[in-house]
């Protein structure tokens, strides 16, 4: 089932003469995991920020093309409606804070609250996504009291507790130590194996090719590829759009080794162990 | 982190007493002494205002309040009792400075008011926490949009000073005093104040956008985490606390 | 003389709950990473060496100063940080300007500031600049223009407080560019840093901060090596040593470059089997 159709997607914020967005189609089905990775300005933020219906409701500026999340088409359909569907998390997490709850308990519940969830189904939704996250002994802490990493985590509960059917993560582990950043993405790994579709700004590209099932390549607001991660992080021209391989394919490149199945490079620790430990010259 | 908040955690009965009882219980707090007049009135609201800041285990944090408006009380008694357009009789002399009877009686009608007040808000600040008050006007119709102003303006001012903060070391790190003479001060504030606005515009865009992507302009009946405090003893509380105000209404009517 | 010298150095903001404990380290020229899983006193630690956290116990020596008897201002002669936010600097509305005011503060002659500045702004590419306001330049840019205020005020010694945080992967190789040029000049550069992979390219020796404590103390090719205790502090170690470990690769490769001439290097030597 296509979960998200974009077509012809073009867009320019207000007072700029660039598009941000330019041309960009595509189609994910639901359950994926999509990473997307292109250089700093590529267009990333604002494609997530397109599938929440931000752009254009939120910023106004000039809008083409057409994007339908779930049936819906974002162009015409409101933001707090979509908010049922999408759920938008966002890469600095002190801002993400609502500001009016005392608690991180009831700073889950905000979104809830405003979407008029029953009180009873409230609280397992609000306690299965601490417990995701790992951020079950803070229920009682003020959120601003969390470390930059621990809010990083109690932002990304608060939009998992929505339960949306698709949720966008744009750069959500930036704060997050090596085996926290690991932790979370096996938080939304585990989601997206549930059927939630998952799409993901990151780069960290080691992690990109190891949790997706297809990667966009995001440049200068054009859609420059969307494949799997295999074929997109073997591509040659990948300098050209400023992205480096993970490194474990960088590696493989180095020794000449590809996988003999599919003529492409190794991406993951566990692939590129099974191609380098038995690698003659 | 400091919120701007007064609450004092002590999970107490009068804790447990809804904010709107204790809204009403302002109301009656001043209304009464006011229809009554007279002191007794006023002083009997006043003690039993004190008991319940007892039972609430807050007195402590009260007597400072009271403490600073002493200061702005004993003005108003010195020179009411001086100065008070109706004195007429010298109650006694204090170094050949007379003090009239007329003027204290008028300014300690002033204080027991005031303090009276004092200490009915106290017991709403002390024991509630400021987003169960707004919670609560929100449930009575208060626009959930101006509840998330009040609520979000006491934790988001203390969120700033913070910010300020961390602008002010990276400004000493770039060499720059902040302490010393006026001149220096003066100095700073630029560079210190540049980067808050900046940064408050900036972290104020963001914040909306992650308000509308938790649906807060939703138009959806909203619910609440907490559940109201329906129970008959906060019923039976504000039953008192009107009919405590109808009495002294028609108490003023009759005599 | 080593630049930066800790003795006994203790922490706490209240009594009972030690953020760093009783840590003795020396900091000689060598550029160094300081790691460690959030909350373990990293940020505390960089704060107490610029003096602005004065230390509960012990000593810090900046350049044979004690922080504990000199203000902020005058440490800042010494020690430069670059904050993680460079929108918690930025107020001029000229890139040129922002840059010349710590040089300007801490006491370089008019001439001297703008030398060092358009200096330190051609070392971070942005001399083409130096006339825009800084806010019409982007998140990335900014970050150029605060590590060139700080690099402009020519101290021994400066500090990085994450520079790879939303960095892509040409920011990345930029901000390494510039630490490398820096630890040329003979400065002694320190961060706090999540990325180990940049870490492992970068740094010359790594401290591995948990608890309030330093776990670890090496060159990087050693701190890397331990893997196990690595973990136990939440860390790991860089993608290339990991899979050299797996493969049982010897050496402790730090970068793609190490780990392919190792595994070729491994290859001859062995004899090859039809």
Known sequence: MKKIVVEGLKYRYPLTAELALNDVSFEIEKGEFIGIIGRNLAGKSTLCQALMGLVPHFYKGAYGGSVTVDGLNVAQTEICELARKVGLVFQNPFTQVSGSKMTVYEELAFGLENLGVPRAEMMPRIESAMALLGIERFGKRNPFDLSGGQMQRMAIASVIAMAPDIIVLDEPTSQLDPQGSEEVFQAIQALSRQGMTVIMVEHKMEKIARYSDRVMLLDHGRLVDFDTPERVFSRDDLAQYGIAAPIFARICQGLGIRTPQTGLYPMTLDDAYDQVVNWHE | MKALSLYQDNGTLIHRVDPISKLLYIAAAIFIPVVLTGFTAGLAMLGLSLMLLVLARVLRKVVPLIGFSMLVLISVVIIQGLFYAGNRQVMFALGGVHFYREGLLFSAAICVRVLNILCAFALLVLTTRPSDLIESLVRQGLSPHFGYVLSSVLQIIPQMTGTMETITDAQRSRGMETEGSLMVRLRAFLPLIGPVVMNSLVSTRERSLALEVRAFSSRAQKTFLNEERVSTSNRVIKIVLLAAMAAAVAWRVVS | ?274
């Open chain 3, 1 to 274: 003389m080593n630049k930066i010298e800790i003795r006994n150095l203790v922490f706490h903001y209240t009594a009972g709950e030690p953020i760093l404990n009783d840590i003795s380290l020396a900091f000689d020229a060598r550029s160094t990473a300081i790691i460690g899983q959030n909350g373990a006193g990293k940020t505390t630690f960089v704060k107490l060496l610029k003096g602005l956290l004065k230390p509960v116990g012990g000593d810090v020596v900046i350049n044979g100063i004690n922080t504990s008897d000199a203000t902020v201002a005058a440490l800042a002669r010494h020690i430069g940080l670059v904050f993680q936010n460079p929108n918690d600097q930025i107020f001029k509305n000229k890139v040129l300007d922002e840059v010349m005011f710590g040089p300007l503060n801490i006491g370089q002659s008019q001439d001297e500031a703008r030398e060092r500045a358009d200096a330190a702004l051609a070392m971070v590419g942005l001399a083409g600049r130096i006339n825009d306001n800084p806010y019409d330049l982007s998140l990335s840019e900014r970050k150029l223009i605060s590590i060139a205020s700080i690099v402009a005020m020519n101290t021994e010694i400066i500090i990085f407080d994450e520079p790879t945080i939303a960095q892509d992967f040409s920011g990345k190789e930029h901000i390494k560019a510039i630490i490398r040029d820096l630890v040329a000049q003979g400065k002694l550069v320190l961060t706090i840093i999540h990325d180990m992979d940049f870490v492992a390219e970068t740094f010359e020796r790594t401290l591995v901060f948990a608890q309030g404590r330093v776990l670890l103390d090496g060159s990087t090719r050693e701190v890397f090596a331990e893997e196990e205790v690595l973990r136990q502090a939440h860390l790991e170690p860089p993608h290339v040593t990991q899979l050299a470990h797996r493969t049982g690769l010897p050496g402790t490769p730090l970068t793609v470059e190490e780990f392919v001439r190792e595994k070729r290097a491994q290859g001859a030597m062995r004899p090859v089997t039809p």
